[in-house]
């Protein structure tokens, strides 16, 4: 089984300004991870993911996000977020060894970028 | 290219009612996935249909099922619906082979 852990609930940032959102994982097999963006009274789009290769991985919309095996870590990052950014994030996780192949989510950040 | 569809976009039942969902996936996928995002709970998955099969279930009640048609379509139906049932269900296709879920924009479900 797998569980997915975001720790911030709500990240406030000044538009231009960096972002990180923090994203950890937990499982027991070897995992595909992603990240989804929900804007308000839409559905899921993805924003990017990572499935083998290389661990810095890039997104839409300037996004990209880090795996880190040992820190079982997928943090998502932005140089200069928009107020266009404003969103739900939620970080996702599957196993890549076959069986249920559903996702499991974390319960997701809320990016409030302020002008 | 299409992305996923889901009917209707609203739904409004009372409380024992069923509710029917629909979902067609993206031109070519094979797998659909449904999940329920409800208030303070989160995304939880709730059933996978892959080649007119139901694969696997979440830890929901025999009240929700569904079924997959031989074009890969989708139907979630909720029987003796509870006002806990409100939410936004989502669904999912994936196609074969692959690793990556695309969603629709959902379906409301408000039970009275």
């Known amino acids: 089984a797998q569980s997915v852990t975001q720790l911030d609930s709500q990240v406030p940032v000044f538009e231009e300004a960096p972002v990180e959102l923090r994203c950890n994982y937990s499982s027991s097999v070897s995992v595909y991870l992603f990240w989804y963006v929900q804007y308000p009274n839409q559905g899921l789009q993805l924003l990017l993911k990572?499935?083998?290769?290389?661990?810095l991985v890039k997104g839409i919309n300037g996004f990209e996000a880090e795996f880190n095996k040992s820190q079982t870590s997928f943090h998502l990052r932005k140089p200069s977020v928009h107020i266009s950014d404003t969103a739900e994030y939620f970080c996702a996780v599957t196993s890549s060894m076959g069986g249920r192949r559903a996702l499991t989510f974390g319960s997701g950040t809320r990016l409030q970028v302020q002008p | 290219e299409a992305g996923v569809t889901q009917s209707p976009t609203h739904l409004i039942k009372t409380r024992g009612q069923q509710a029917t969902l629909r979902c067609s996936p993206i031109?070519?996928?094979?797998?659909v996935y449904w999940y329920q995002q409800a208030l303070g709970l989160g995304l939880q998955f709730l059933l996978w249909y892959d080649e007119g099969e139901e694969r696997n279930r979440g830890n929901f009640p025999p009240r929700f099922s569904g079924r997959q048609f031989p074009n890969y379509s989708s139907e979630l139906n909720v029987n003796a619906l509870e006002l806990e049932d409100s939410a936004l269900y989502l669904c999912?296709?994936?196609?074969?082979?692959?690793?990556?879920?695309?969603f629709g924009p959902g379906t409301r479900l408000l039970v009275l």
């Open positions: 999912a296709s994936k196609g074969r082979g692959k690793e990556t879920q695309y």
């Open positions: 990572y499935l083998s290769g290389s661990t």
């Open positions: 031109s070519g996928h094979t797998s």
